[in-house]
């Protein structure tokens, strides 16, 4: 029983060590616990406070400057091309603009074919050639021109023979042979005889043969010559060996494409600032930095009575050949600048930033403004300005666009 009883209270001493052991072990831990989440909170107070300073460290640095500000020196702006004016009224020319399309000068068109009938043997020219006036093109046999050439031959002859004896009597009549009479008679088929060569002459130049092309061998057989009768392009060619021609046929179309026409549609109530003679200018999409100009030479006399408009044909210089026919083309009519002077500025000095038309506006000599303005109408390279500049104020009238791309430069920076 003893021996129980000392067990007993063995394993309750035991059981009270362990709980006081534990209790005391928690306790501290918790403690622990506590002082590691009250450092944790105050680094995490101490970081957020350093963000902060570092967020407003950063925002400050974004801000430097104001949007649409571009500060340039007056040596960049010399070395990048900027210009600066002062803003001034000047008298703006009205314009009337119409759509239009290229076609050869018809003044300056030749349809090439053969005086007579001949089978073609020779094609000397081909599509695209440039030719000038006189050059023959084909050459053709023709049966027509052995005829003409044999005649022109016995001409020639007959005039040989009257020469001669006409000569003989004369020499006779001064040795009192002849009569008077024979030499008159002598003299009138001498010139008879030369008419008919000449006439013959005269047949052999229409079809295309000159004189000096019949020097030499007299037995060789002739080709007729197909000439151009003026310089230009071959705009097209119907000549093939071997095929008969004459004349109801055109073998070659040459155009002198140095000088076009532009035909315009001009509404009819327009029709009243348009007269013959007027000045015109001409581009077209190929060429939109190429500007030609031109004058009216021809108004129509009749309006279509379904568009209403009435064609004018406008003639320009083509120097380079680059206006080409069944091109479009855009006309501008300049109208007298009768109406009262407006602030006006070039066309290059504004700029589209954001969806705006802007103007740089000069605030010193190195800074400047990027200020929306509205527009009006524009003509002869100047646009006019309603609201956003003030006359004698100073703007950049060359190099805008340099300034546009400071502006865009600053704003990707940002």
Known sequence: MNNKGIIIGVILAIALGGGLYYSTRHSDNSEKDAEHKEAGHTEEKAGSHGEGKESEGQEGHGGHGEAGIVKMTVESQKENGVVVAAAKKQRLAGMISATGKVEANADRIAHVSPRISGKIVAVRASLGDSVS??????????????????????????????????????????????????????????????????????RLSLYGVSTSDLKGDNHKRLLLPVRSPIGGIITEKHAIVGELSDPSRSLYTVADLSSVWVLVDIHEKDLAKVRRGQAAIVTVGAFPDLKLKGRI????????????????????????????????????????????????????????????????????????????????????????????LKEGENYAVKGSFILKSEVKKGEMTD
Do not use: C, W
């Open 133 to 202: 006036a006189g050059q023959a093109l084909a050459s053709l046999d023709s049966v027509e021109l052995g005829e003409a050439l044999n005649r022109y031959r016995q001409s020639k002859t007959k005039l040989s023979l009257a020469q001669a004896n006409m000569d003989r009597i004369k020499t006779l009549v001064e040795k009192k042979i002849a009569a008077r009479k024979d030499i008159l008679q002598a003299e009138t088929d001498f010139r008879t005889t030369q008419a008919e060569l000449h006439t013959d002459e005269e």
């Open 297 to 388: 030479t021809y108004i129509a006399d009749l309006v279509d009575e379904a568009t209403r408009t009435v064609k004018a044909r406008i003639e320009v210089a083509n120097p380079g050949r680059k206006l080409k026919p069944e091109m479009f083309a855009t006309v501008e009519l300049a109208l007298a600048a009768d109406a009262p002077p407006v602030l006006a500025v070039p066309e290059d000095a504004l700029q589209d930033l954001d969806g705006k038309k802007v103007l740089f506006v000069a605030e010193n000599q190195a800074e400047f403004a990027a200020r929306e303005v509205q527009t009006g109408r524009a003509a002869g390279g100047m646009v006019e300005i309603i609201s956003g």
